[in-house]
T-cell receptor, first 112, second 115 residues
Framework: NAGVTQTPKFQVLKTGQSMTLQCAQD?????MSWYRQDPGMGLRLIHY???????DQGEVPNGYNVSRSTTEDFPLRLLSAAPSQTSVYFC???????????FGPGTRLTVL | AQTVTQSQPEMSVQEAETVTLSCTYD???????LFWYKQPPSRQMILVIR??????QNATENRFSVNFQKAAKSFSLKISDSQLGDTAMYFC????????????FGAGTRLTVKP
């Protein structure tokens, strides 16, 4: 099992550009989440999904979109990147019968 | 809303000694889970230990143990026989029972183990 994978590992964008951060898991987990990590702060929940076709907002959803067309994939879209979105982004998954979240390796995003 | 507070931004300990990291949380929930995650320089988030709020017995995992004080809303992590590989950021986290997606994290404590 590869677990939770994220691509790319690093990305630099200009203000106003759009991009998609990819997340995939091969553990057949129903739940998937996106977090951002900023210096001096813990991880904060952006969006989450409890199954294919179902998504909901977390603590800091503004500026981000998600969709969940398959159980395996949960992409995060930045439609118009802003410097405030410079952060490290983590994807996580968990099954409905477990409380342990499995995290991906993270994507470091810089918006200039 | 639940909040998690880690009041020690940085700590250091000598190799082989014991160190305790502090965590407090605020919630009106009675059923929840608490976690400690380790984040080494690789950035990978690694689960260290977890505690179910309904269990009075403190969780232990090898050299790692917790002191869970539910009434005081305190959840500290004790690392015994510290090793150089324990150098990392440590995050305390809270999750309500039945909400497997929404984990709330503290700001973290940077632990350095010195040889």
């Amino acid at each position: 099992n590869a677990g939770v994978t994220q691509t790319p590992k690093f990305q630099v964008l200009k203000t106003g550009q759009s991009m998609t951060l990819q997340c995939a898991q091969d553990m057949n987990h129903e739940y998937m989440s996106w977090y951002r990590q900023d210096p001096g702060m813990g991880l904060r929940l952006i969006h989450y999904s409890v199954g294919a076709g179902i998504t909901d907002q977390g603590e800091v959803p503004n500026g981000y979109n998600v969709s969940r067309s398959t159980t395996e994939d949960f992409p995060l879209r930045l439609l118009s990147a802003a410097p405030s979105q410079t952060s490290v982004y983590f994807c996580a998954s968990t099954s409905g019968t477990s409380i342990e979240q499995f995290f991906g390796p993270g994507t470091r995003l810089t918006v200039l | 809303a639940q909040t998690v507070t880690q009041s020690q931004p940085e700590m250091s300990v000598q190799e082989a000694e014991t160190v305790t990291l502090s965590c407090t949380y605020d919630t009106s929930e009675s059923n929840y889970y608490l976690f400690w995650y380790k984040q080494p320089p690789s950035r990978q988030m690694i689960l260290v230990i977890r505690q179910e709020a309904y269990k009075q017995q403190n969780a232990t995992e090898n050299r790692f143990s917790v002191n869970f004080q539910k009434a005081a809303k305190s959840f500290s992590l004790k690392i015994s026989d510290s090793q150089l590989g324990d150098t990392a950021m440590y995050f305390c986290a809270f999750m309500k029972t039945g909400n497997n997606n929404d984990m709330r994290f503290g700001a973290g404590t940077r632990l350095t183990v010195k040889p």
